[in-house]
């Protein structure tokens, strides 16, 4: 598998996992004492192909299920936050399951590293391997990978994998996600790929050394029995399958998934002309104090048949919630396969082969040790997956009409959840794991809206807990759960899927703190195309409430202004806070971004939303331009509405009317298009295709805080630094694009056509 392009230069040596990340040499470097199962070439029949194949994508899917029901965890067992993998010989990717999909990534990096350095007396059947080292292949040390060869006749045949995520791995807080880390140092130990198993029986030592770390020792070994377990039953259905049909059979049979992955990529490749494309969005304070602004960008260059990735535009590491070379790379092709070849169903092995990265080390996203990296999970994962979703939907959004109908968009670059501890009545510790940020909200496409509540791309087997799973494993009650009116944040000529707000009352504890939670300043998700962005994050607590009182009065409220108490104001990265008996917990997973002008939605879609209460008329004027009589569109007022909204765009010009595009022109999202190699916008040229249109578009500046009432905050000095930046058609004043820019930056360039 083709992981990057670096390994060719003379630099290759320091990404050797140990300052640097790990990236496997191209070709790999397989230690020559190692023997690995070639097979030799041999004609499989239709039949027997499509029953092997379906079968290795059984198996697979048999080995998530496994893990999901063995494990104790609650973020495995409800969240689903796991994956599971099944690679050849040399670690191409031939199946993966509906979990984490950047975890497979993670394990392919793994074994290639095992495949490097480890040496035939080291690697024999029945043997298993933990690992949990971010600068060889984890996202972070909470994402936990087992690994078990597979074996026939003393050659590796292939590899089992699965990656879950420990609740608590030992660090300086509980749950291990160490915001406040200066270094690896101050986080949970790192472990290089270990043998775990050997012939079959387990390394109690490792095992006892690993589970030692832990807060919570039970859950801890019992989710690593889970793993352990996953992997030998899924090991022996492949022996199964590979005696049934033979070794060269289901060979060939992986390598053609893998081929023709391969082929299916490429073809929709030459759909997309040659460019650049790069996505920028911020985030607010590396750690608690930081009152920096730190950009985030991944770029994406298509040559050919190829494409390349970089990281070029990032800050500098800081903090204790930067990623490594392994997250950034798993997340990228994550967004690659999600998006161009979802039709391949996990079987993205072929399509890695096409990818290429050339990172930048001692960014944010590509950190260099001994930089923090543990808590990438709560901190800047979803916000590479959403910098990373974004860039291919502007990459996709460049090709042809079937291109342009796949962009999935960029997710909610904010996983909000709480991780708290503290003591229970008898004095024993308790773990709050709340990671129902997963519902998610799927980003407007193209063609349609996303979905409410509709989870993350990026894991799509994931769910929220049920609350009676929440107050069954935490010392909460869950008083509601309730989407959020859509408002600014996500809306667009096809809106994101609606955010929701969870309320939680403490209830039985001595006392406690949340640790990890999210209060944004200002809103990170940018929009595509003249997308609104998305919403915000937010967390609030009101301590010495009336909520029992109400509760005994047979009231419940449903968000916590609806109760009396003592309200402590939260900093977006801030310290932990704490919590007692009785305490109120209201917290908002807000609505990825938008898609297109929101003057372009459809009144009839604005009308569901007001119908479904997902909007109301005071919103659906002030967002959309849409205007109700008695619940039914006027729609004479409504252009009446639309068309003051574009002159006061142009600054009290008269806006002219949209103009066909010619027939030889090239769509480039909503509204742009290349005519004869230059921008064109309703017959204005907006110059070359190779510059940047936005210098040529009409520009209008808003302090974001200012664009709407539902970004208004209290922390003004930080939010104040970021502007909304519309990039408007000089002919009709419909928004062409739209910017969140930090201070003085300059517009990003971020779409350069056959360069």
Known sequence: ??????????????????????????????????????????????????????ALANINQEHADM?????????????????????????????????????????????????????????????????????????????????????????????????????????????SQCVSATDVWQEPMLVPPVALVRNGKLARDVEGLFVRQSRYPIMTKMDLRAAVGGATATREKIERLITKYGPDVVKNVMRRIVDSGERLF??????????????????????????????????????????????????PQLGGGNITFAGLSGIVLAAITQQMVPDLAGAYGGAYRRVAFNPTSGLMNCAEHPAGVSASGIRLAAVQCSVAGAVVSKMLACGDETARSLPLGPCAPNLNSLIGAGLD??????????????????????????????????????????????????????LARKMIESGF??????????????????????????????????????????????GMAKCRVKRSTDARAQLAE?????????????????????????????????????????????????????????????????????????????????????????????????????????????????????????VDGRWWCNGADLGPSTANFKDRAITRDTLVRQVTPEHEVFDTKMADRIRFREYLCPVTGLRIDADLIADDDAPLHDIMIDI
Not at 5 to 27: C, F, H, K, M, Q
Not at 491 to 514: D, K, N, P
Not at 622 to 643: C, H, S
């Open 1 to 54: 598998m083709t992981i990057t392009n670096v390994a060719a230069t003379d630099e290759a040596a320091l990404w050797d996992g140990t300052t640097r990340g790990y990236i496997p040499s191209e070709p790999l470097s397989i230690n020559p004492s190692l023997r690995l199962h070639q097979g030799l070439d041999v004609d499989v029949d239709p039949v027997s192909y499509e029953v092997v194949r379906s």
């Open 67 to 175: 893990l999901q029901r063995l494990s104790l965890s609650p973020v495995v067992m409800l969240a689903r936050d796991f994956q599971a993998s099944l690679l050849t010989e040399n670690a191409d990717l031939v199946s993966i399951g509906a979990g984490v999909v950047y975890f497979s990534n993670q394990n392919a990096l793994t074994i290639k590293y095992i495949l490097e350095h480890f040496e035939v007396d080291e690697i024999g059947p029945g043997d298993m391997f933990l690992a949990s080292d971010p600068y060889i292949g984890s996202a972070h040390q909470s994402d936990v990978t087992v690994i078990a060869p597979v074996f026939i006749e003393g050659e590796i045949f292939g590899w089992v994998a699965n990656s879950m995520h420990f609740s608590d791995v030992g660090g300086s807080v509980p749950g």
């Open 266 to 315: 490429v073809e929709r490749l030459r759909t997309i002309p040659d460019g650049r494309w790069s996505h920028r969005t911020y985030i607010e304070g590396a750690f608690p104090g930081d009152r920096e602004i730190h950009a985030q960008q991944i770029n994406i260059t298509k040559r050919g048949d190829w494409l390349m990735v970089d990281n070029e535009g990032t800050a």
């Open 425 to 478: 009545p008898s004095g024993s510790p308790f773990l709050l794991v709340d990671a129902n940020g997963l519902m998610g909200s799927l980003a407007g496409r193209p063609h349609r809206d996303g979905v409410d509540a509709g989870g993350q791309w990026w894991i799509p087997d994931a769910m929220a807990y049920n609350s009676e799973d929440l107050e069954a494993q935490s010392p909460v009650v869950v």
């Open 489 to 534: 944040g996500g809306s667009g000529r096809y809106r994101a899927g609606g955010g929701y707000h969870e309320t939680l009352m403490i209830h039985g504890v001595l006392g406690g703190q949340i640790i990890n939670y999210q209060n944004e300043s200002f809103t990170t998700g940018e929009g595509l195309f003249g997308g609104n962005p998305g």
């Open 554 to 674: 047979s009231r419940v409220p449903v968000t916590i202004d609806e109760v009396v108490g003592e309200e402590e104001t939260l900093s977006h990265v801030g310290p932990p806070f704490a919590f007692g008996d009785g305490d109120i917990i209201h917290w908002v997973s807000p609505a990825a971004p938008g898609y297109g002008d929101p003057l372009l939605r459809e009144p009839t879609l604005v009308a569901s939303d007001l119908e479904n209460l997902l909007v109301d008329e005071p919103s659906a004027e002030r967002v959309y331009g849409v205007v109700f009589d008695a619940g039914v569109v006027d729609t004479a007022a409504t252009t009446a509405r639309r068309m003051e909204l574009r002159k006061k765009r142009l600054g009290g010009r008269e806006p002219g009317e949209p103009v066909p595009a010619p027939a030889s022109a090239e769509k480039v999202g909503d509204l742009l298009h290349i």
